[in-house]
């Protein structure tokens, strides 16, 4: 059995500034049934960011891409997020549960002590555009009763930052509006950040979080005025910590993720879809799964 450990965390602590302490550049690779996507966190280069596990974007027109989808699959012990941009995907469990992600959408899985799931396109051409970041559990929680959490497009508020930006709030507080997923242990703030060319904005985040920020569209320069990085599409920058991170559009403008978690420090056993503390919790997971008790 191949089991790896690994923990990440980001830079140290630059008063209340963040910083751009590491760049990342996402890698081509392929996941379900054979859909291609680009590895961004969860790779060799970034294995974890504690207490994040992966980031994958997924995003083709060419159907060959995506239509095998993500057959049935098990999880055990942490979270997984999806955020489609474009597209339509289809999920259902072994507890009978469906629904269907549209363009906007959102859907944020506990796993907990263990599910079986899917995601299947619901369409057979055009765009796929999405994003799927796997969030761990402190182990008092990883054991919990699955849930979802499916949030339509509508029910993600938007908040004008000034100067044409505009965030999508799926998770946490910004300028006083807080999005609509909850109870989460982590504490995460999850904005999906547009700006237009030449506009700048500041985006608060709990000082102590540890965060990345994903540029998907155009570039965007982050940190302080006077030292700003500027990170180009299908780049990730790991924060340092800080209460204030300043964005500003590259030429041509920007879109990118912010994302920030309440650190778990403690051990990361993980063997493909189970993520626990201890391999001999591994091992009761995969013995639990082929017994059917998912």
Sequence with gaps: MAIAQATQAPGSETGTRRVVSRRIRGRATSDGA??????????????????????????????????AGFPDHPHR?????????????????????????RAGSVQWMTAGRGIVHS??????????????????????????????????????????????????????????????????????HYFDVALPAGAAADVALPRDHHAFAYVFEGSVRIGPAESPVEIPRGELGVLSSGEQLR??????????????????????????????????????AIEDYSQGRF
Excluded: C
């Excluded at 060799?44 to 891409?65: A, I, M, N, Q």
């Excluded at 289809?90 to 992600?101: A, E, F, I």
């Excluded at 590259?250 to 503390?277: C, K, Q, S, T, W």
């Design 247 to 284: 964005l500003a559009a590259g030429p041509d403008g920007g879109r990118l993720l912010v994302v920030a978690g309440r650190p778990l420090a403690e051990p990361i056993v993980r063997y493909g879809p189970f993520v626990m503390n201890t391999r001999d919790q591994i091992r009761e």
């Design 77 to 101: 012990g942490f979270e997984t997020v999806t955020y489609m941009l474009a597209g339509r995907m289809r999920h259902g469990d072994n507890q009978g549960n469906t629904g269907l992600l």
């Design 119 to 188: 995601e299947m396109p619901e369409q057979e051409d055009g765009l796929m555009w999405g994003f799927q970041l796997w969030v761990n559990l402190p182990r008092e929680h990883k054991m919990a009763t699955p849930r979802y959490q499916d949030i339509a497009p509508e029910r993600i508020p938007e908040v004008d930052l000034g100067s044409g930006v505009r965030a999508r709030v799926i998770a946490g507080r910004l300028r006083d509006i807080e999005g609509p997923v909850h109870g989460i242990a982590t504490e995460p």
């Design 34 to 67: 054979g859909v291609r996507l680009t590895r961004v966190i969860g790779g060799l280069d970034l294995p974890d960011l504690d207490p994040f596990l992966l980031l994958d974007e997924f995003r083709s027109d060419d159907p060959g891409d995506y239509l």
